[in-house]
């Protein structure tokens, strides 16, 4: 039996195969709210989190904590998913822009 000779693999090949190896944690951000440490401490099971956020305002879609999109909410059957809007504005998610 004759061993197969490997097949080159070219550099772009390569990185983008070394790209899709990499793990990337998205995060949704429905909104925000500034408490006092005391408050917080005293929050239990059920407590509830007022958020600067409306119903129909876009969420923050990040990437390894960076904002990269904004989405709006969808709701199907027992699941919610995201449907990405438009690209995230890095410094407005930095101000605390809604």
Known sequence: MQAQPSTPVSASEFAM???????????VVLGRSVLPM?????????????????ENDEVW???????VARGEIEI???????????????????AGAA
């Open 17 to 27: 195969s070394q790209i899709e190896a990499v793990d990337v944690e998205i995060s």
């Open 61 to 67: 879609i990040l990437a390894n904590n960076h904002p």
């Open 38 to 54: 005391s408050q917080l401490l005293r929050m239990g099971r059920g407590a509830v989190i007022p958020l600067d956020a409306s």
């Open 76 to 94: 199907r059957d027992d699941r919610i998913a995201i449907t990405v809007t438009r690209p995230a504005d890095v410094y407005d998610f930095m």
